[in-house]
């Protein structure tokens, strides 16, 4: 299911030619359809239509979803139709939602052009949009026909687009593989190493939970690591605070946060904790928030969809590459983690 570089392009265009689709539209974003779009015609050599949305998380919402399905409709998709996915993470799961439900579910390619994207988003077939300032809210588990990874496409990356794919690579290491984790926090330092052998081995990792676990009923859940506060976090800046932050950069404060919690309530040493918080913040930037901000952070945990029967589940830490899931946290434990995070 997975292809790299120039091969990748040869499996895709096999495939398109062995399924004879009727129609394919490629779904792009204004800025992929700016700087990866060029590379993509460059590659294949196939009559397609386009769809191009607003980019950013703001814009995985029930409005861009109808404008997709319109535009289907309009270009004439039909049940033996295509959706090529090119974009970030936003665009593979609004992009794989939308494939998932135009005609009851037709199929969708991922071609990633984000270092988020390579190695989590389009891995694991979760699909789906934000609902009322909450994340991923509405979606769907539907995996698609493949997903084409090609490191071209990280040079069209900003700085902090690349450091927010980083970041769960980073909760990869935490959760799996210590060795790998030391690993990245070496490729961060130097910025000298084999970028695709470090993407190939956090696809494995992900792909080796979700391939045992995959609707996350269990071992699957370990993937959440760090974002059960990461994604109030990101919720309360992209909406109250009406500023832009990266969703690694949320999930990268959440896992100091998640390592914290997982010293108080497990067995996680402190030195670990210390030094998590430590790589981490020479990666991101710390941002400051006051009590009433992490109220209101705290208050958003409520929507948080791992959450069974009105309470808050958080994915913790005994050690590196030993995740805990199901663990119910205090609100003062959550409160010490946050001043732990910015003394």
Same mark, same amino acid.
């Given at each position: 299911?997975? +292809?790299?570089?120039? #091969? ?20 792009t974003d204004?800025n992929?359809?700016?700087?990866c779009?060029p590379?993509? @015609? ?6 397609y239509e !386009? %769809?191009t ?21 309009s ?18 799961? %609004? ?6 439900? +135009? &005609?009851?579910g037709?199929?969708?390619?991922h071609? #990633? ?5 390579? /190695? ?6 979760k699909?789906g ?5 909450a ?8 995996l #698609? ?5 090609? @490191? !071209? ?16 690579m980073?909760?990869?290491? *935490? %959760? $799996?593989?210590?060795n790998?984790?030391? @690993?990245?926090i ?13 993407i190939q &081995?956090s696809?494995?990792?992900?792909n080796a /939970?979700?391939?045992?676990?995959p ?12 974002? !059960?506060?990461?994604?109030a976090? @990101?919720?309360?800046?992209?909406y109250?605070k009406?500023?832009p932050i ?9 896992m100091?946060l ?11 040493p402190? !030195? ?7 790589n981490?913040l020479?990666?991101f930037k710390?941002? #400051?928030?006051n ?5 209101? /952070?705290?208050?958003? *945990?409520?929507?948080? &969809?791992?959450n069974?029967n009105?309470?808050v ?20 434990i959550?409160?010490? $983690?946050?001043? +732990?995070?910015?003394?």
């Open positions: 299911m997975y +292809y790299y570089n120039a #091969p990748a392009w040869k499996r895709l265009l096999l495939e398109i030619h062995k399924c004879n689709y009727s129609k394919i539209i490629v779904i204004v992929t359809h700016e700087y779009f590379v993509l @015609e460059k590659k294949v050599d196939f009559n !386009t %769809i949305i607003s980019s950013g998380d703001a814009s995985k919402n029930i409005d861009t979803l109808q404008y997709i399905w319109q535009q289907l409709l270009v004439g998709a039909d049940r033996k139709s295509l959706i090529i996915n090119l974009g970030g993470g936003v665009i593979s799961d %609004i992009g794989g939602f939308a494939a998932s439900t +135009y &005609k009851r037709i199929d969708f390619i071609i #990633p052009t984000s270092l988020l994207g390579m /190695i989590d988003a389009s891995i694991g077939g699909n949009i934000n609902f009322m300032h994340k991923n809210q509405i979606g769907v588990i539907n #698609p026909k493949m997903i084409i990874i090609d @490191e !071209t496409f990280l040079h069209t990356l900003p700085s902090n687009e690349f450091d927010s794919g980083f970041a769960e980073l909760k990869h290491g *935490l %959760i $799996a593989d210590e790998y984790w030391l @690993e990245l070496d490729y961060k330092k130097s910025n000298d190493g084999n970028l695709l052998a470090l &081995k696809v494995a990792i992900k /939970i979700i391939t045992e676990d609707y996350e009923k269990g071992l699957r859940k370990a993937l959440n690591f760090g974002h !059960t506060l990461g994604h976090i @990101e919720s309360f800046i992209t109250s009406k500023q990266s969703h690694g950069h949320a999930v990268a404060l959440g100091i998640a390592t914290y919690i997982s010293h108080k309530k497990l067995s996680l402190k !030195t670990i904790v210390n030094n998590t918080k430590k981490i020479e990666i710390a941002i #400051p928030f009590q009433q901000e992490i109220n209101e /952070i705290i208050e958003l *945990l409520k929507y948080d &969809k791992k069974e009105g309470e589940l958080f994915v913790l830490l005994n050690k590196i590459g030993e995740p805990v899931f199901n663990q119910r946290v205090s609100n003062t959550i409160n010490e $983690a946050f001043a +732990y995070y910015l003394s």
